[in-house]
């Protein structure tokens, strides 16, 4: 017997290493995961959250003001908070709320019933010294750094662990708020502060802070809220799309990078202008863009990208395809950029559904590579990139426990959308299949069900059994066959062997002269009586992954 995976060596570059089969989950990690009535009963519209930031201690200080529409009739809430920060007081127009923690979890009692419809908000005040990061951002917290000439560099990462880690807040994929948030962080005045959206000024405060204030605009997933801190210069240019309208990009670099920064950063708008041109216009337009220097590699932080790639091609100098393609650009702009469209525009509902942000993301790094290089080389990226997935945990985590599935979502989901795409055979059809899903879940939240139906209805073919054996099962599907000389013919036989039980995808193989023609395996074998003797079975290359497994 012979197996060949259809597939190279690939090494995780997102760092975040594969979960065990026998994971464990906690009452914690429901209470961070699930959505309960106590969550569901009312909506985020607005945070204004504002703290101090002391880095001789190491600690936080500061209050969140949490705005709602009320969801349902109620008397309690959860809002989440590390058990490590310490809450001082929660007030309710000026009124003092009876609370109780368990954990990370803080239940709010407020004494009375609270009707639907009305729209209302408490402040919760708090402080102590948030979690550092150990590994950042795979690990998430503060990061509390030095740079090259000693000074604070301060970063906030938390994706996966939750942005209650720093602040107070209805930690779930789920409620964006609505209107977005405000932020102003106080620090010593020496340094600057960087955060997300707007910048909407500065102030001395006398004791030798400066606050900076902030403002996002648009719904923000509570992750992507992030502070910057660091002697940073600013420049800045302008983007202009299609239609003539200008985008600010701003760009936050340590001092001494500055001339690195100025010829690194010309990525940036080619890049924006493929984006726009497969995915629509730069999302969060009239909050602006900003690339941010950090003390960690990256992070898709809404409008305010988190860059720390050290100015070098690839990721960190290495080509992740192994193609020598990935030395052609900066890993981390083109990356983290792609999650403004996947992640931050186009969301999930759900940590368990994580592949929506990271699949559709990875694979815009190969449309990028198509779009400036041609698209022979984006096939070739792609395909390189899907090297070394392990199928060992399917890429769908399991719900309502704020867990992702296996790291494959990166690799293996770009090479699923890349399969569909040959599975389609319509490139028209395909980059406007795209642009309607960054279009029509725009600064939405969605999950896997919703995705699949729509791209089946907008593709004239449900691909439910397509999507399922690449996310919800480990191994990919086999195309067994077997070559039998029956006289003087060659007879071909062939079936899909996959997890779900009416896999049926179309395939190219070569069949005669080398010439690549459409096969439509099922469950049961078929057969195909060929003109020409055939040894082995050939799919077209880098175009599907799948195994090619031949029976004797």
């Given at each position: 017997m012979k197996t060949k995976i259809i597939c190279l060596l690939f090494i995780l570059h997102t760092g975040f290493a594969l979960i065990s089969q026998a994971q464990e989950y906690t009452r914690q990690d429901s209470l961070r995961g699930q959505l309960t009535p106590l969550r569901t009963c009312f909506d985020v519209s607005f945070y204004?959250?504002?703290l101090r930031v002391n880095p001789s201690e190491k600690s936080i200080k500061g209050q969140n003001t949490i705005h709602f529409t009320n969801q349902d009739d109620f008397q309690k809430i959860q809002i989440d908070l590390f058990e490590n920060l310490e809450i001082e007081k929660i007030l309710y127009h000026d009124a003092p709320l009876k609370y109780e923690r368990e954990g990370n979890a803080t239940f709010i009692d407020f004494g009375q019933l609270l009707k639907k419809g009305m729209e209302d908000s408490i402040t919760i005040y708090y402080s102590g010294k948030p979690r550092p990061a150990i590994n950042?951002?795979?690990?998430?917290?503060?990061?509390?750094?030095?740079?090259?000439?000693?000074?604070?560099?301060?970063?906030?990462?938390?994706?996966?662990?939750g942005a209650s880690v720093w602040?107070?807040?209805?930690?779930?994929?789920?409620?964006?708020?609505?209107?977005?948030?405000?932020?102003?962080?106080?620090?010593?005045s020496e340094l600057i502060c960087v955060s997300n959206g707007q910048d909407k000024g500065s102030k001395d405060l006398g004791d030798g802070y400066t606050s900076y204030t902030w403002l996002v605009t648009y719904p923000i997933n509570n992750y992507n809220v992030s502070l910057n801190i660091g002697n940073y210069v600013h420049f800045s240019e302008i983007y202009t799309a299609q239609d003539g309208?200008?985008?600010?990009?701003?760009?936050y670099v340590l001092d001494y990078n500055l001339d690195k920064a100025k010829k690194q950063f010309t990525q940036v708008k080619p890049m924006l202008a493929c984006y726009e041109a497969y995915f629509g216009k730069y999302p969060f337009w009239r909050d602006g863009f900003a690339l941010v220097e950090t003390p960690y590699l990256g992070m898709e932080h809404q409008g305010a990208v988190a860059y720390g790639n050290q100015y070098m091609q690839g990721y960190?100098?290495?080509?992740?395809?192994?193609?020598?393609?990935?030395?052609?650009?900066d890993y981390i702009i083109i990356?983290?950029?792609?999650?403004?469209?996947?992640?931050?525009?186009v969301s999930c509902k759900d940590h368990g559904e994580l592949w929506i942000h990271e699949s559709f993301c990875t694979y815009t790094e190969g449309l990028y590579v198509e779009c400036?290089?041609?698209?022979e080389q984006g096939y070739e990226y792609t395909f390189g990139l899907a090297s070394g997935i392990s199928n060992r945990k399917p890429i769908i985590g399991p719900p309502d426990v704020n867990s992702s599935g296996s790291g494959d979502m990166y690799p293996k989901g770009a090479a699923m959308l890349h399969t569909l795409r040959n599975v389609v055979n319509d490139d028209t059809q395909w980059f406007k299949l795209l642009k309607d899903i960054s279009t029509d879940f725009k600064i939405k939240n969605t999950d896997t069900k919703e995705l699949v139906a729509y791209i089946s209805q907008k593709l004239g073919k449900d691909y439910t059994y397509f999507f399922d054996q690449y996310l919800r099962y480990a191994s990919i599907p086999s195309l067994e066959y077997k070559i039998n000389q029956k006289g003087k013919k060659t007879v071909l036989e062939y079936r899909w062997k996959a997890d779900v039980a009416d896999f049926r995808m179309p395939i190219q193989v070569a069949l005669e002269k080398g010439k690549f023609e459409w096969l439509t395996p099922s469950?049961?074998?078929?057969?195909?009586?060929?003109?020409?003797?055939?040894?082995?079975?050939?799919?077209?290359?880098?175009s599907f992954y799948v195994k090619l497994d031949k029976k004797e």
């Open positions: 204004n959250l504002h950042a951002p795979w690990d998430g917290g503060f990061s509390w750094k030095k740079d090259e000439k000693g000074r604070d560099w301060i970063g906030v990462s938390c994706e996966g662990l602040w107070p807040n209805k930690d779930h994929l789920s409620d964006e708020p609505d209107n977005g948030i405000r932020i102003t962080c106080e620090v010593p309208e200008k985008l600010d990009l701003d760009y960190l100098g290495r080509d992740l395809s192994r193609t020598g393609i990935g030395l052609k650009f990356h983290e950029v792609g999650h403004e469209y996947w992640g931050n525009s400036m290089f041609g698209k469950s049961e074998w078929q057969s195909y009586k060929l003109a020409s003797k055939l040894t082995e079975l050939k799919i077209k290359p880098r």
